[in-house]
């Protein structure tokens, strides 16, 4: 068990530094002079000559990324080119918004998803069953800016239920920062309940065909039993993988939910930064979310040796 933990571990890093690598080069390797972009339109050449200095930019290509990866390591992501602020705390200013919808998808999402998954399992070619693949296709289908859209018009024009757009800091009542973040919850959690929900299904089927549940059934177990103390555990792997990856992909689905709902997270961040070609800034955000991502597969790899045995031999 240790062997397998040891080489995922060495792995991550692995990853991590190839992480490291294309994010530093997506700066200097790309189209023109960074520095000149940088420095705007209108800048002269001894400003931007004065850039590519403070950046060592004049430097060879590793030597810069020691130099960067020292800074990223120790904590310093840079300065803003378009606020002048520290990168790492214009970050994590933003880091509330971002974690809070994060959570509750995912609390949403697997809470909904698993239990669909499992009763449309047990009663497989039922209603439920079928409304889930109904559900789940439109799931797939429909964009998350269309829902979001759509329950904005519903939900806080129409009928005014709940609020049209903005945050509410936890810290200034549970209410009302859970009142704020009900409508993107939502729209971010569709696609990620037709996922889950469809793989948990399909796992619970297939552990329900196997020779030991036709024994447990023999033997007089009880449909509870059956289905949460031998189908679900026998399937926790494939559900425990689809809820990492949904876990870890939520970044993409965050920009686009946060700019639908005008929350300040990290996805408004980005667009910002993309808009102002503030590279520090896309930067961090590239580094942190690869981080996260990576971390997260790390930990679904190591809880696999909790869940089955088998792994850990």
Known sequence: ??????RRIISTLGVM???GIFVFLLLRLS???????IAGDTATPQMIAAIREKLGLNEPLPIQFVHWAVSILSGDFGTSIFTGGPVFQLISQRLGPTISLAMLTMVFSVTIGVAFG???AWRAGGVLDRFLWVFTAAGFSVPVFVIGYFLIYYFAIRMHWLPVQGYAPIDQGLASWFVRLILPTIALSLFYIAFIGR???ASIIEALSEDFMRTAAAKGASAYAMLFHHALKNAGVPILTVVGLSFASLIGGVV????VFNLPGIGRLTV???NNRDYPIIQGVLILASGVYVLINLAVDLAYTFIDPRVRY
């Open 118 to 120: 499992i009763f449309a």
């Open 272 to 274: 910002d930064a993309i």
């Open 1 to 6: 068990m240790m062997s397998y933990i040891l």
């Open 31 to 37: 189209p023109g002079d960074p520095a000149a972009i």
């Open 17 to 19: 530094t190839m992480v």
């Open 199 to 201: 793989i948990t299904r």
């Open 256 to 259: 686009i939910t946060e700019t």
